[in-house]
């Protein structure tokens, strides 16, 4: 009989695990492209032994390249800035940039603390009118003061998330009846290239007198200035999505078309089993670029329309014309395109749940 080598035995169980580990980094790896930290991969194979040379070579080139590259950017920038002078100072560098977004984080605490304030002021004015038995005085008052900055990034990300969620609901319908039909398709054809390349700013005035003929007064449920800037967003952004469905849903494998006139689907099963499955690549391609057209439709309508978002922050430091405005509004240039870069983030998470598609 062959006695058994321990340190053989050992060293088949140290590859196993050595496997295992790997299996779960390759696994990972989909999930750190997805959330744009791809140099994840390379570090962890390093620190499993796999090749370090070779891994050390591809962290260079996926995280110390890029962070060079900023490195770059802000030096240049630092140099650069103090040359342009305008009627403000001097265009801000970095410092005075990152000076003022620390000085936006502690006037925003100021502004949560002295909302909570209020509000507890309001619950036990409440309360004790309860307890003097007059429950029929009790009112909730509404906190009038200016919005944090936070506020004004969370009112925008409302706004485009509603007006994107409304041009879905409009273009995914139209879009998988334009691909299935050639008839809808010829008739909605030239509605999308008229409509498609027009700018937020002509829309603008047509959607503020719609609304203002519509919604009287300001007491609904949504404010008349988000209204104005959420429509604006949906008219702008529901193209892609509209044009992506439709090729889509024309471009499914005939085949796929002739089994399911054989096994007699109907409409609604050829929608949901056959036609849906197929398009989601590309219709998720498609809601993918309307969100980042509606993020970028977004500041301009705020502007105007005075919706109490970023793009009013933008222009109210504009209009204030104080010696940090140029600074803020830089601190605001940088927010909108870090949040630009995690909506898209998260809608190719969400592509990568639902679809199989290898694109990027």
């Not at 970095?94 to 507890?120: C, G, I, S, Y």
Request: hydrophobic content about 50%; charged content about 15%; glycine content about 6%.
């Amino acid at each position: 009989m062959t006695a058994i080598d321990p340190n053989s035995l050992e060293a088949d169980h140290k590859e196993a695990r050595r496997a295992q580990w790997f299996t779960r980094i390759n696994k990972a790896d989909a999930w750190f492209k997805v959330l744009g930290l791809s140099w994840m991969t390379p570090i962890l194979k390093a620190a499993a032994g796999d090749n370090p040379r070779a891994q050390v070579s591809e962290i260079w080139r996926l995280l110390g390249v890029p962070l060079v590259a900023i490195a770059g950017f802000l030096a240049l920038w630092a140099i650069l800035a103090p040359q342009v002078q305008t009627s403000l100072g001097a265009i801000p560098g970095p410092a005075a940039v990152w000076t003022e977004t620390v000085n936006l984080h502690e006037d925003a605490q100021r502004k949560a603390q002295r909302k909570a304030t209020f509000q507890e002021r309001v619950d036990e004015r409440n309360q004790q009118l309860i307890d003097a038995g007059r429950a029929d005085e009790v009112r909730e008052i509404g906190y009038t003061g200016a919005p944090s900055y936070y506020d004004q990034i969370w009112t925008s990300i409302q706004t485009v998330f509603f007006g994107f969620l409304l041009a879905s609901a409009v273009a995914i319908p139209l879009g998988i009846l334009a691909g299935l039909s050639a008839t809808a398709n010829a008739a909605l054809n030239p509605l999308i290239q008229i409509f498609k390349p027009v700018s937020p700013l002509a829309w603008l005035p047509i959607v503020t007198m719609v609304v203002s003929a519509v919604a009287a007064s300001d007491g609904g449920l949504f404010a008349k200035s988000f209204l104005v800037s959420a429509i604006t967003v949906t008219l702008c952004s529901l193209w892609p999505t509209l044009i992506n469905t439709a090729l889509g849903v024309a471009s499914i494998d005939k085949d796929l078309v002739n089994v399911s006139k054989v096994l007699k689907m109907n409409t609604y099963s050829k929608i949901t089993k056959l036609v849906l499955p197929s398009a989601l690549p590309l219709i998720f391609t498609g809601l993918r670029l309307s969100l980042g057209v509606g993020w970028m439709v977004l500041i301009a309508a705020e502007m105007l329309a005075q919706n109490p978002g970023l793009g009013k922050f933008v222009w109210d430091e504009f209009q204030n014309g104080s010696s940090q405005s140029l600074a803020r509004i830089m601190v605001a240039v940088l927010t909108i395109g870090i949040i630009g870069f995690l909506l898209d983030r998260i809608m190719f998470a969400l592509q990568s749940l639902f679809t199989f598609s290898a694109n990027r």
